[in-house]
């Protein structure tokens, strides 16, 4: 009858001393299994291969033995399949410190291979005996008679950290020679770590104990009783509720059948299969937890035995009641809490607690909870129902997860898009910081700031803003003293940058709530480089609207003159507030004697090249006219000095007039109108244009003006304008000339400046909407007798 081949599997950590951990159980199992002549092999192979996988893998190692009659079978598996091994065994350059272990391997296999899997990776090699023959009789798992409780202390990564008398004489190991070795490498089996158990004594047979695990009040990690098979009762209880026991073949132990979740709808099939669980299990509790798309927290998504407004609670992925910390896919079992030790159990009176993780193509997706009122935990035949409540919960939980993300993902773009058209749409640079505030505050943080630099390089605090109002002026005054690391966190702080220029910093605060992580992250960064743009192109504007308007001011008087005998009112609009400055301008100054020249112009399109232009006109014609040239004379010049400019030159059109001195009831006026509307004359009611309208300016090199005159009298009123005024349109509706004069006519009483704000009434009430063109009016009125003007 043939011998039965010996097995045994180990899990070792991921560090240096693992691989001497692995030589000494190859060794020492290899001499109980009566096949001393295979340990030089096995342990120099188990050597190299154990090194590679703690060095290259990283992970958790799995080292599996077995031996039959013809050959020895050793395998070292890791959980990172992608780091993948050449199947060759070409020799290393001769000075390379690395790159051996697999030629050596070789050497001393008869075979070997390499198996992947989508979790993991598998080294095998096999090593025929030397001598076949029959394996000795296998230890046997002997029973203990008497009353012995072994207690074992472990860490929280279950490594053996104390060992009493009890388990000394149970097992014979001494407490020294057990020290930093794992409780996996002791028993024997590769499933099996608590309930009825085979440890391997210090003489090679194999132990029958019975083990539990119990919490460490105050500590970190566990203890474990171990008592003879024989004596169990003295470690077994009684569950709470009777459990069921899941028929042969019962793949879904809800029993709610394959349809359920199409009948019922998510939510509700989640809720009711964890009901189902628990009355199932036999536990007082149940919860299932969920990971979120865009972050690793946990989201709590049905209940039973608990508070319904668990629901929707967000948990840390290490926080306590949730995964492995070590291992996400293990199980988490804790036999006797401290009151608070698990927040989603805090005042509910539960004691123990296992968590099992729903694993969905490998990876942890989420958790299954089971909680009781006893002390203990749940035994092995409730563990595994929870085990398979878990698996089935695979697919429904990996479809909420998905639906989940997508909510979480058109939530988050939903954000974004509504950021980028808001700040697009803002050219202010307070507003857009506001705007920034109101985006990110409450989605993403309780409170922020927003700090820019100065023209010396510093950053200065130029917003702050937060969901509770009634804190924002203690939280300014913290950050303007202490600064941001003062305040309870998580606090992020992210670089505003804009076309390669660091510009500033936002910073997002967050106390009480985890830290911004993984895509939640990228959605921050994202919205403070928009923001950074949108600041940009704010502070751009606002320094190029400014300049505009300095600008514009400088081609404009500084003020109106009052001319002795003369009432005068100007008005002047720009186009809208894009334009950094007009065309049109304005001007009235003295000659002496009495006299005073007036200008009233257009200088073709809008913008810099505009504005020179329009400042050239202006300066040239006061500069001329004031030296006694006159001004048919003086508009030929100018005419040269425009053309003299090339490329920048632009047409000019101006009605241009000297009016003065006013003598009794009269005064003379010279007029030129060059390309411009001729000024409207409006006497006794009636309403004409006056002058010849000659060359615009800037078109020819060589032009004549012809200074035109005529007398007003009192009472007279001139009014000129530029084109802005007259061509207003509404559709294929213009206001024009005619229905210019008649409105005039309604205002001739009226004095100078309320003649020009009426007109300026009139263009903006012609239309609806903002201005396509400036428009600068001026208006000169000889007042009646007894108006009480000079």
């Not at 097995?7 to 299994?33: K, T």
């Not at 036999?282 to 690793?296: E, I, K, M, N, V």
């Not at 743009?533 to 400014?546: C, P, S, V």
């Not at 003299?644 to 109108?673: H, N, S, W, Y």
Request: aromatic share 4%.
């Amino acid at each position: 009858m043939p011998v039965t081949p010996r097995e045994s599997l180990y899990s070792l950590r991921p560090d240096e001393n693992s691989v001497g951990r692995a030589r000494w159980l190859v060794q020492s199992e290899l001499e109980a299994w009566g096949a001393p002549d295979l340990v030089e092999s096995a342990v120099l192979a188990t050597s190299e291969l154990v090194t590679n996988a703690v060095v290259h893998a990283g992970t958790t190692v799995q080292v599996r033995l077995t031996l039959d009659e013809d050959r020895l079978r050793l395998e070292v598996q890791d959980q990172h399949p992608g780091r993948m091994l050449p199947l060759g065994t070409a020799a290393p350059p001769d000075d390379a410190e690395h790159g051996r272990g697999l030629l050596i391997t070789a050497s001393l296999a008869s075979s070997w291979g390499v198996d992947y899997t989508d979790t993991a990776k598998r080294v095998w090699v096999e090593i025929d005996r030397g001598r076949p023959g029959p394996l000795p009789a296998a230890p046997v798992a002997t029973e203990v008679a008497g009353v012995l409780v072994g207690v074992v202390e472990l860490s929280e990564h279950g490594v053996v950290r104390g060992w009493n008398d009890d388990a000394r004489r149970l097992l014979g190991w001494a407490p020294e020679e057990v020290l930093d070795e794992t409780w996996e490498g002791l028993v024997s089996g590769p499933e099996q770590r608590l309930g009825e158990v085979a440890v391997r004594a210090r003489d090679g047979s194999l132990v029958r104990v019975f083990v539990t695990r119990h919490a460490v009040r105050g500590g970190v990690g566990s203890a474990l009783l171990l008592v003879p098979t024989i004596q169990r009762s003295l470690l077994e209880r009684a569950p709470a509720t009777p459990v069921e026991t899941a028929p042969p073949g019962d793949r879904d132990p809800s029993g709610l059948g394959d349809d359920a979740l199409a009948r019922l709808g998510l939510d509700d099939y989640l809720s009711l299969v964890v009901e189902r669980c628990r009355a199932r299990v036999g536990a007082d509790a149940t919860y299932l937890l969920l990971a979120r798309y865009f972050d690793s927290d946990l989201e709590v998504v049905a209940v039973s035995g608990l508070d319904a407004r668990l629901h929707g609670r967000r948990l840390d992925r290490d926080a306590p009641g949730t995964l492995n910390r070590s291992n996400p896919r293990l199980p988490v079992v804790e036999d006797d809490l401290a009151d608070g030790a698990v927040p989603l159990l805090t005042g509910t009176g539960l004691r123990s607690l296992v968590v099992v993780p729903v694993v969905v193509e490998g990876q942890a997706v989420g958790a299954l909870g089971a909680a009781t009122e006893a002390a203990g935990g749940l035994d092995q035949t409730q563990a595994a129902l929870l085990h398979r409540f878990a698996g089935s919960l695979a697919l429904a939980t990996d479809r909420a997860r998905l639906r989940a993300a997508e909510q979480e993902r058109r939530h988050w773009l939903g954000l974004v898009d509504e950021a980028g058209v808001l700040l697009a749409d803002s050219l202010d640079e307070k507003m857009t910081m506001a705007l920034t505030a109101q985006v990110v505050v409450p989605q993403l943080a309780s409170w922020c700031a927003i700090h820019l630099r100065d023209a010396r390089g510093h950053l200065v605090l130029r917003h702050v803003w937060h969901e509770d109002e009634g804190t924002l002026d203690a939280l300014r005054a913290t950050l303007e003293t202490a600064g941001a690391d003062s305040l309870p966190g998580p606090v992020h702080t992210l670089p505003l940058t804009a076309r390669g220029r660091d510009i500033g910093t936002l910073t997002l605060g967050r106390p009480g709530a985890p830290p911004l992580r993984g895509e939640v992250y990228r959605i921050a960064d994202s919205l403070a480089r928009r923001a950074a743009m949108a600041i940009d192109n704010a502070r751009a504007h606002g320094e190029l609207k400014a300049a505009g308007e300095a600008l514009q001011r400088s081609l404009l008087p500084p003020s109106i003159p009052a001319p002795p005998g003369l009432d005068v009112g100007v008005v002047y609009e720009p186009a809208d507030e894009s334009t950094t400055a007009g065309g049109d301008f304005y001007d009235l100054f003295a000659l002496g004697d009495g006299r005073w020249c007036w200008v009233v112009g257009d200088v073709c399109g809008t913008g810099a090249e505009a504005a020179a232009v329009t400042g050239l006109a202006r300066h040239t014609i006061r500069a001329l006219a004031m030296t006694g040239i006159p001004i048919a004379v003086t508009l030929e010049r100018l005419n040269s000095a425009i053309l003299d400019e090339g490329a920048r030159a632009r047409f000019l059109t101006l009605a241009c007039g000297v009016i003065g001195p006013v003598r009794g009831r009269r005064a003379r006026l010279g007029l030129v109108v060059a390309g411009h509307p001729p000024p409207f004359l409006v006497r006794h009611g009636e309403v004409r244009q006056v002058g010849r309208p000659q060359m615009l300016l800037g078109v020819e090199e060589r032009v004549t003006y012809t200074e035109e005159y005529l007398e007003l009298e009192q009472g007279d009123l001139l009014v000129a304008v530029t084109d802005g005024v007259l061509e207003r349109r509404d559709g294929a509706r213009m206001l024009g000339e005619q229905g210019f004069e008649s409105e005039l006519a309604k205002a001739a009483d009226l004095p100078a400046q309320m003649v020009a704000e009426h007109v300026r009434e009139l263009v903006l009430d012609f239309v609806t909407g903002p201005n396509r063109d400036d428009m600068a009016v001026l208006a000169l009125k000889l007042p009646p007798p007894g108006s009480g003007s000079a």
